[in-house]
């Protein structure tokens, strides 16, 4: 099998509790690929975990600190988890397509809820007065705007999805 990502990186955007992360490792051990989680590198970046950003500064500056990490990353053969909000910096998802393939990791509302329980807790950058629907409503939006490839993960485990997104790169529709 020809590797889809030997010119470039595999970005994976979606929801929180959509499995960016533990997808993303899986697809690069599948791969043989190096893996980068984005929520980590803004946590290093910014020595405080994303929920303190948001409690101390406001989902403004966690989104103007993910943008900055976003365009100073420049790496090439890895799968990248991105920040649930890396989509509404256009900037910065413009630089991540210049060379790699963006998959939305679709899941429903009510999956979005059951996977992630308190999300006052997960650092999601939202505004104060917004609900988790419309907020999934407003993503939504932007996640099918910028993907190359949607794969649902609903009634699939970690596995499926992971196999899902590699047939997704492999089929004659990419």
Known sequence: MVNPTDTGNL???????????????????????????TDLLIQEEAGRTLQAIVDQ?????????????????????????TGGSAVYSERAMEHLKSNGTVVF????????????GDHSM????????????AL??????LYSRYAD????????NQD??????????VSPQY
């Open 136 to 141: 999934f409503e407003e993503r939504f939006e």
């Open 11 to 37: 970005v994976l955007i979606g929801m929180p509790g959509s499995g960016k992360s533990t997808v993303g490792v899986l697809l690069a051990k599948r791969l043989g690929l190096g893996f980068i989680d």
């Open 149 to 156: 490839v949607t794969v649902k993960g609903e009634g699939l």
């Open 160 to 169: 499926q999805v992971c196999e899902a997104v590699v047939e997704s790169l």
């Open 122 to 133: 997960r650092g999601i950058s939202r505004r104060p007065d917004q609900s988790l629907e």
């Open 105 to 116: 990791l679709d899941i429903p509302l009510e999956l979005v809820i059951e996977r992630i």
């Open 57 to 81: 500064d406001g989902y403004i500056a966690l989104r103007r600190i993910e943008e900055q990490v976003l365009l100073k990353l420049d790496v090439r053969h890895k799968v990248i988890s």
